[in-house]
């Protein structure tokens, strides 16, 4: 335990003040989301979502006190017990949950839900920022490669298991820090082209767009001086493309629910459902759009106040920000949220320990996704699979998950002094 009298001198204070206002912000969101004139509600009445919400700051401020005088050590040295201990409670979840929104992904405790995925992601980030400080020269051989690819994985199936797309995805944002730590950039072109294949084996007729893939390939055969050298790279390559069309509309098509194949429809404009499965993302931009430049004002937004919205007071809370505090609130909050995530990469950089470092670009990486995909989702620009807004949405798992990844890495901040290695 840290002496807590140097405790406030060795916390980067800024961070936290951010934190604070994205935390406040979100609380007085989630009472608008649920006010109503005929059943007026106190923002601490505890029966209400705002003073609930209000419980659970109260107990993730208090558990980021205490992470703050825990000594860095009792991080490191219990980093893969933590990742061993959430990736028991993702495969028991799969076993004694009950179904909640199509997904199997939450502990009934009482009158309260734990999603242990949202745990996960910090016990992921450390798992991973420690297999990278053990490896310090990185993982240039083929079973490093292996093991550290695997810690990201084995979390990313399990909550594909628990049909929770959503929060599956965040960890690919994992990759992100591989690319910091030397991956080849190649890798992330490569990435963005077969989002770009994938996305278009959706939009254009299967055997047509085998066609046009194969003409391409053996036009730039014939076209390439070496073609005796090329001929194998280019069945290769008509193989692997083919094959990657056809895997993409059999996963679409078998695979995928109805309702996230309807959703992915509805976002490339293949189907229109206002009724069903495309009615949040109309109401959503109605509010968005309704705000104008400086909003309706708190706790006058009509969309907001007659529930047009579903879940606006977890997945889609952007919704009430856009609409009572228009667009000059919302670029207000994107960029009090950037400024904290350009904060975060900051700290990382001036970091003399890899771990701490890692661990930082992994906090980063989780929040930009996750504010990424539900901004995108709410405008219309990223499928509606379900996943909060950083400590904005409401829900105490979430918060509670957020506060302590978030903590967690200002506790290692205040040590970047000490910590060497």
Known sequence: MRDAQKIFGQIDGFTIL???????????????????????????????????????????????????????????????LFYGIMISFLILVLFISKTTGGANSWFEIGNFKVQPSEFAKFATALALAKIFSIN??????????????????????LIILQNDLGTALVFISFILVFYREGLSGNILI?????????????LINPLLFIGIVSSIIIILFFLS?????????????????????????????????????VRINILLGKEFDPTGDGYNLLQSKIAIGSGGFFGKGFLNGTQTRFDFV???????????????????????????????????????????????????????????????????MTIGLAPVIGIPLPFMSYGGSSLLSFTILLFIFLNLNSYRMDILR
């Not at 609380?27 to 705002?50: C, G, P, R, T, V």
């Not at 695997?150 to 979390?155: A, D, G, N, V, Y």
């Not at 900051?346 to 930082?360: D, H, N, P, T, V």
């Open 18 to 80: 951010l934190y604070l206002l994205l935390v406040f912000f979100g609380w007085i969101n989630i009472y608008a989301s649920e006010y109503n004139d005929d059943a007026m509600q106190s923002l601490f009445d505890l029966s209400s979502k705002s003073g609930r919400q209000l419980l659970f700051i109260g107990i993730s401020m208090l558990a980021g006190f205490f992470i703050l005088i825990i000594d860095w050590r009792f991080f490191d040295s219990l980093s893969f």
């Open 136 to 157: 310090k020269k990185g993982i240039n051989n083929f079973s490093d490669k292996i093991k550290t690819f695997l810690i990201i994985l084995i979390p990313f199936f």
């Open 190 to 202: 490569f990435g963005f082209l077969i989002l770009l294949l994938f996305v278009l084996s959706l």
């Open 225 to 261: 001086s070496k073609r005796k050298r090329n001929i194998t790279l280019s069945s290769l390559a008509l193989f692997v493309f083919n094959g990657f069309i056809l895997s993409v509309n059999y996963i679409f098509n078998s695979v995928l629910s109805t309702h996230h194949k």
């Open 310 to 376: 579903p879940e606006q007071s977890t997945d889609f809370i952007f919704c009430t920000v856009g609409e009572e505090w228009g667009f000059l609130g919302s670029l207000i909050f994107i960029l009090i949220f950037i400024t904290l995530l350009i904060r975060i990469i900051s700290l990382a950089e001036k970091q003399k320990s890899q771990f701490c470092r890692i661990y930082g670009y992994s906090v980063a990486c989780i929040l930009f996704s996750h504010f990424l995909i539900n901004l995108g």
